[in-house]
């Protein structure tokens, strides 16, 4: 008999705010269903989840919701939350609502329709927001190194999720966010580099998770592909975000279904 109880974690089909959660079961060795769904199987379904909203996870029929409380748990049956040392997971649960606190900041600048005040809450971001955030975790992750149990190679749940936020911003979807908006926090990039080594991660990454690889052309301006490359960067949906000049639009146009852009390439 499995010493775990029957679980499944429903999300769309991508990233988002199941990535980290699905790491935890993974690398903590816990068995579960990976159930990834469409926007309209969500739609149909919205009404019966507990607030109407993903991620969800059911554990022996009974459906739960919160994205960090599914990651506490996850990191209980794993062995990646210090669930016999309080103070411990106090300076992880610190750490994981100082990340989702640094989330909430960010989401004005994503919903802005206006391009420039999109532009301006973005650059504030960039300028101020984000830093603050970043150094005051960092200096989170300096006190936390001074406990014994925060000084070996094993995971924890809040380093899950700072690599996935990291991972995020690398991946350069945000126009007036640089890629190297972290790049200066240096135990913010040891936390990235321990957990993308991690062998399990590794392997989790090599399999197939059913998400179609997507391309995005257009030029290198906001334009009409603005809104789709947020909507992919929110959703956390992994894309190529490929911005070419405009002297090469003609060379291409005639094998493009409209002869222009933005077009997506899916698989």
Do not use: C
């Not at 990651?71 to 990340?99: C, I, M, N, Q, W």
């Not at 080594?197 to 009409?224: C, I, N, Q």
């Amino acid at each position: 008999m499995s010493p775990f109880p029957s679980i499944k974690l429903t999300y769309f089909s991508f990233g988002g705010r199941a990535e980290a959660a699905r790491l935890a079961f993974y690398i903590g060795g816990v068995p579960f269903e990976d159930e990834r769904i469409s926007y309209e199987a969500f739609g149909a379904k919205k009404e019966s989840l507990p607030l109407g909203q993903l991620p969800v996870l059911e554990v022996d029929g009974e459906v739960l919701t919160q994205s960090n409380a599914i990651l506490r748990y996850a990191g209980r049956l794993g062995g990646l939350y210090p669930t016999s040392t309080p103070f411990a997971a106090l300076k992880v649960d610190e750490v994981l609502h100082a990340l989702s606190e640094m989330a909430e900041q960010m989401t004005p600048a994503f919903r802005e329709k206006d391009l420039n005040k999109k532009k301006v809450m973005r650059e504030e971001l960039a300028a101020v927001t984000l830093p603050r955030y970043a150094g005051l975790i960092e200096a989170r992750l300096a006190k936390m190194k001074e406990l014994p149990i925060f000084q070996s190679r094993d995971v924890f749940v809040h380093e899950i999720a700072i690599y996935v936020l990291v991972k995020s911003m690398r991946a350069g979807y945000i126009d007036h966010i640089p890629t190297t908006i972290f790049d200066s926090y240096k135990l913010l990039n040891e936390t990235f580099e321990k957990i993308s080594e991690h062998p399990k991660v590794k392997e989790w990454y090599s399999l197939s998770h059913d998400a179609p690889k997507l391309k995005l052309t257009y030029f290198p301006v906001p334009g009409r592909a603005e809104p789709i490359r947020l909507a992919l960067f929110i959703g956390g949906i992994e894309f190529e975000d490929e911005r070419i000049p405009f002297e090469d639009v003609p060379k291409m146009s005639p094998a493009l279904p409209f002869n222009q852009i933005p077009v997506l390439e899916v698989d």
